[in-house]
């Protein structure tokens, strides 16, 4: 077997973790053909109770503590010397040692980045096979984010997408594939790097249809005879923050008027205060971290997806139908998954077409939709065979 370098921004663990999933079977996957050896970052302290596990899926690891406060306070030091502040967050002089000491001790010809900000750890080996998977185009994201905002916050979201866009560009021109989340989010990126064009491309996300699936539901968290709608995701990563808060604020009230024991559980870790405050609303539930999300999809009326800011292909969308659970979505959700509107899932995108779409599926006596949507998923979205382009762009002469 040969050697490989696996560089990741955060811990590859657990396996069922919103950001964690993609990166996770991509080890899983790597593992089966290399030695790999792999460098990330643990961000969360919970997170360190995983190291044992992802060593043993390595030949060699080294695993970086780091405080998001104290990062993002580093991190504005970018500003001054005009560069990306996602690279300044991730800058660890520890873990460039490593990653010298380590391919120079296996002479490490091959290396994959996962994100666009661990690029940097490599970028002393421009003659090494080196393939990066971007997952998400993160500099179109903070133009989104800057359009959202005022200033001075969209300044420096302004600053964050050229910034990073810039590095991006570099590191396609360096690599020898770029790869990415969806066909949208690769062929967005050869707009904006057409330099790169030939060497660009993607595989989409897969799903665990054994983990999540109709017969994992488990006890129903609900009350007998709740009747619940439900939004999953991590409850401090803004586009999720913004897409329940207008939920709450455009959605709830006119599904309150026509349907008042309906209830919109928000279920994710790390509630910010904003999104803890929508608790206090009526028929609106807050859950925090659940020792595990598949009983709520599994049991509710219906999942929801109203993101307004999008990049990628959506997991919780993935893991709903999965469930065979109905799922609405906006337009930016739905956004390089591969599903029929109508057949599969419900596309919605004003608030009564939201209101127009639960009430239909309140109102249903078959679960037509969510089966056919569980059938899209086992046949679309494998891991195995989604993953099988790594090899090849990584022994590629």
Known sequence: MEDLLLLIHRIPYPPNKGDKIRSYHLLKHLARDYRVHLATFVDDADDWQHVPTVEKMCASSHFASLNPALARVRSLGALVK??????????????????????????????????????????????????????????????????????????????????????????????????????????????????SDARIGFFSN???????????????????????????????????????QWFAQDVMPLLRARFPDLNFYIVGARPTPAVLELGKQANIVVTGTVPDVRP???????????LRIARGIQNKVLEAMAMATPVVVSPQALEGIEAEPGKELVLAQYAGCYVDAIAALLARQDNTLGLAARARVETKYSWPSNLACIGERLECS
């Not at 709520?296 to 109203?306: G, L, M, T």
């Open 206 to 244: 897969g799903v665990d249809t054994d983990y999540f699936s109709p017969n994992a539901a488990g006890a129903s968290p609900f009350k007998d005879g709740e009747r619940a709608i439900v939004f999953t995701g991590a409850m401090d990563y803004w586009p999720n923050v913004d897409a329940v």
């Open 296 to 306: 709520y999809i599994a049991h509710a009326r219906a999942a929801v997806a109203p």
């Open 82 to 195: 005009n560069r990306s502040l996602s690279l300044d967050y991730y800058r660890d002089a520890t873990m460039q040692r490593w990653v010298d000491q380590t391919v120079a001790a296996h002479g490490i010809k091959r290396v994959l980045v996962f994100s666009s900000a661990m690029a940097q750890y490599a970028d002393n080996y421009p003659n090494a096979r080196r393939v990066v998977d971007f997952c998400d185009v993160d500099s179109d994201k903070w133009r989104q984010y800057a359009d959202k905002k005022s200033w001075p916050m969209s300044w420096l979201y302004r600053h964050e997408a050229r910034q990073l866009l810039s590095y991006e560009r570099q590191v396609a021109r360096d690599y020898d594939a770029s790869l990415f989340v969806s066909a949208p989010e690769a062929d967005l990126f050869r707009q904006l790097a057409p330099e």
